[in-house]
C-alpha cells in the first residue's frame, strides 16, 4: 500500500503501534523520498534528545501536598474555582431600570469606586501613605485648648467698618488713584503671567519613577517576555545554555 | 616573554592583512565583512521595486536552506557568535514552515541541538514574521530609513541578486544590506551592521527552489487570537481595561490581539517602523487565566514604584514591568530608554 508524505510521518510519530507490515512501507517510502527521511531523521533526534534528557526528581513534599489538595479545603476551593469558571450573567439593563430606578443614585457608585480604585493604583505610594496615617494613634485634645477656644467664642464680635490702615491715612484722591494702580499692576501682572504660560516649554507631569533592574538571563523575565525575546532575536537567549554544553572548538568567528 | 610579544605583533599583523581585505572587499561572497559606510549608494530604487520586495516575503512559493549568523553579546574579543542553518517553505499564500537543519556555532552534542531545535520550531511564526528581515510597509518604511541601491550584484544560491541598503535615519544606529532576486524579488541575503559598522547578523540562503511546496507539507500553525477593537479598553473582551502606549513615535499600530498565553490573558499590541517590529503586551491585575499563575517571585505586584526588568539579546531590547498586578512587556530594535517612554507612556 502507498502512504503519503503526511500518513508516513503520523506513522513515525506513532511508531510505538506501528505494526511490522507498516514498517516495511514506511522504509520504503523513506527509501525513496529525501524529505520524508530527513523529517525522520529529526524525529529520531528528537526522541533521542527527550530520552537523554536529565530526569527530574519530584520534590519529597510532593506526595504530601498531593494528599492535601484531595482534603476538603482544597476541593472547596476547587468548587469555588470551578463556580467563577462558569461565568457570570449580565444583568440585564431593564432589571435595573425597573428596580433600581434610572436615577437612582446607588447606580453611580461602582463608577465612584472604580474611578478612587483606579487613583489608588495610579499614586500607590501617596495611598500607602495615607492608610498609615490613618493608623497613627490620635492624641486627645488638652482641656487648656478647649477653654480657649470656649473662652474666644463667648467673646462678643465687634466689626470695623473704618477702612485699612493705609487707605484710612490717604486722603480721598490719594485713595482712588492707589486702588486704580493696584488694578492696572494686576491687570499687567496677570497678562505677563498669561503670556509666560503659553510659551513656556510644555512641563507636563513628573517622569513617573520606575526601579529598572538588568537581567542577563531570560529566565529572569516572565515567561512570556523570555518566548518573545527568544523568537525575536533568532534563539541568541539558548546561547549562554548551549555555550554551556558545547565541545571544545577554536573561536567563532564572523559567517563561513 | 619575547615570544608573547612576538606573537602578539604576528596577530596585530595579521589583523591588519584582514582589516585591508576586508577593506577591499575580499572574502566570499557569503562572509559579509565590509562596513556598511564603504557602500556606494546609488539613488533609491523605484516604489515598484520596493512594494515588490515586500509583497514577495509571503507572496513566493519557495522551499529552501539559509544559514543565519548572529553576534552574541560581544564577549571580550567580539568573536562570540550563534549561527545555524535552516530548512524554510513558503506556499506564496501566507503558509509556511521552518525547521532547524543544523546548529553550526556552537558545536554541542546532538541531544542538546535537538531540543533548540524544537525551541526554534515553537517559535517559527515569530522567525518567520518578526525575526526576518521584511518591508512591511513602504511608506513607513521611507519615512524611517533612507534606501539606496549599492550598484553591486551578488549571486546568492545561484541567484542573480542587487543589492540595497537600508540604513534607519533616527540616530543612523543600524543599517540593513539585502540582496535581492531579481526575479523574483525575495530576499536572499540580508547583513545587519550597528552603530559601530560591525556585524551583528546576517542571513544568506545556500540554496533555493521555486515551486510550491510538496503537497504533504507541514505548515506553521497559529495560536487562536481575538482581534482587539481600536481605540477602546477592551474590558469586556479581555476582562480589564487595556492601557495603550500614548507615545510611540515613528512606529505605525498594525495589529491588535487578544491571546491567551503563559496563564494569563494578553492584549498584543504590534507596531512597525516599516521594517522592523514593535511589542507592546499587557496583562491586567485580573488577566489571571489559573489560579496557579502568579506575578514573577520576589516582586510586590501590588505596592510600590513599577519594577522593570531589561535585558538585551542581538539587536533586541526587551521590558518586563509589573505594576499593581498587570504585566507589561516590550520588545523592540530600540534602545532601554525608548521602551521606557513607551512603558511610562502607558502608566501614566
Known amino acids: ?256 | 616573554m619575547r615570544l608573547a610579544t612576538g606573537m602578539r605583533l604576528a596577530c596585530a599583523a595579521l589583523g591588519s592583512c584582514a582589516l585591508l581585505l576586508t577593506a577591499c572587499g575580499g572574502g566570499s561572497s557569503g562572509g559579509a565583512t565590509s562596513a556598511p559606510q564603504q557602500i556606494v549608494q546609488l539613488p533609491p530604487p523605484p516604489a515598484s521595486i520596493l512594494n515588490a520586495i515586500a509583497a514577495a516575503h509571503e507572496g513566493v512559493a519557495y522551499s529552501g536552506r539559509r544559514t543565519l549568523w548572529y553576534r552574541v553579546g560581544g564577549g571580550k574579543s567580539g568573536t562570540q557568535a550563534l549561527s545555524y542553518s535552516e530548512d524554510v517553505l513558503s506556499d506564496g499564500a501566507g503558509r509556511f514552515a521552518i525547521d532547524l537543519h543544523d546548529l553550526v556555532v556552537p558545536v554541542v552534542h546532538p541531544s542538546e541541538e535537538d531540543v533548540f531545535g524544537l525551541l526554534q520550531k515553537s517559535r517559527e511564526g515569530f522567525a518567520f514574521r518578526f525575526r526576518d528581515f521584511r518591508i512591511r510597509d513602504v511608506t513607513r518604511m521611507l519615512q524611517s530609513y533612507t534606501v539606496h541601491g549599492t550598484g553591486q550584484v551578488k549571486t546568492v544560491a545561484g541567484r542573480v541578486c542587487a543589492q540595497y541598503s537600508f540604513q534607519k535615519l533616527a540616530l543612523q544606529d543600524r543599517t540593513y544590506l539585502v540582496s535581492v532576486d531579481n526575479a523574483t524579488s525575495l530576499v536572499l541575503a540580508v547583513e545587519e551592521y550597528d552603530r559601530q559598522g560591525r556585524l551583528a547578523a546576517s542571513m544568506t540562503f545556500d540554496r533555493i527552489l521555486y515551486a510550491a511546496p510538496a503537497a504533504g507539507s507541514g505548515y506553521h500553525t497559529d495560536l487562536p487570537a481575538t482581534a482587539l477593537v481600536p481605540n477602546t479598553d477592551n474590558h469586556a473582551l479581555l476582562g480589564f481595561p487595556l492601557r495603550r502606549p500614548t507615545l510611540v513615535s515613528g512606529y505605525d499600530l498594525v495589529q491588535q490581539e487578544r491571546i491567551d498565553a503563559g496563564g494569563r490573558v494578553w492584549a498584543r499590541l504590534v507596531y512597525h517602523d516599516g521594517i522592523e517590529p514593535l511589542f507592546f503586551l499587557h496583562s491586567g491585575r485580573v488577566g489571571h487565566l489559573s489560579a496557579t499563575s502568579s506575578a514573577p517571585a520576589g516582586i510586590d505586584p501590588l505596592a510600590g514604584v513599577p519594577t522593570v526588568r531589561v535585558s538585551r539579546a542581538g539587536s533586541w531590547t526587551i521590558a518586563h514591568c509589573t505594576h499593581a498586578g498587570s504585566e507589561y512587556v516590550l520588545a523592540g530594535k530600540v534602545g532601554e530608554r525608548e521602551l521606557l517612554a513607551i512603558l511610562r507612556s502607558a502608566l501614566h
Open chain 1, 1 to 256: 500500500m502507498l502512504y503519503s508524505c503526511q500518513e508516513i510521518r503520523d506513522r513515525l510519530i506513532e511508531r510505538a503501534v506501528v505494526t511490522a507490515a507498516h514498517e516495511v512501507d514506511v522504509a520504503t517510502h523513506l527509501a525513496g523520498c529525501a524529505e520524508c527521511a530527513g523529517y525522520a531523521r529529526r524525529a529520531a533526534g528528537l526522541l533521542r534528545g527527550f530520552g537523554e534528557l536529565e530526569r527530574l526528581v519530584p520534590p519529597a513534599e510532593l506526595p504530601g501536598r498531593v494528599v492535601a489538595a484531595c482534603h476538603e479545603g482544597y476541593l472547596q476551593d476547587r468548587a469555588v474555582a470551578a463556580l467563577e469558571a462558569i461565568g457570570r450573567l449580565e444583568m440585564p439593563e431593564e432589571f435595573e431600570f425597573t428596580h433600581l430606578g434610572e436615577h437612582d443614585p446607588r447606580r453611580a457608585s461602582p463608577a465612584e469606586l472604580e474611578a478612587r480604585i483606579d487613583a489608588d493604583l495610579r499614586d500607590p505610594q501617596g495611598q500607602l501613605q495615607r492608610r498609615f496615617a490613618m493608623r497613627l494613634e490620635r492624641l486627645a485634645v488638652p482641656a487648656e485648648l478647649d477653654a480657649r477656644v470656649a473662652a474666644e467664642l463667648a467673646r462678643p464680635v465687634t466689626r470695623s467698618t473704618a477702612p485699612a490702615p493705609l487707605l484710612r491715612l490717604a486722603p480721598q484722591p490719594a485713595r482712588r488713584l492707589a486702588l486704580m494702580a493696584a488694578g492696572i499692576a494686576a491687570l499687567f501682572g496677570g497678562a505677563w503671567l498669561v503670556v509666560r504660560g503659553s510659551f513656556a516649554p510644555p512641563t507636563g507631569e513628573p517622569e513617573l519613577a520606575l526601579h529598572v533592574e538588568y537581567v542577563d538571563s531570560p529566565a529572569e523575565l516572565g515567561p512570556m517576555a523570555a518566548l518573545l525575546l527568544g523568537g525575536l532575536s533568532g534563539g541568541i537567549t539558548e546561547y549562554e545554555t548551549l555555550a554551556r554544553a558545547a565541545e571544545p572548538q577554536p573561536p567563532a568567528g564572523e559567517p563561513r
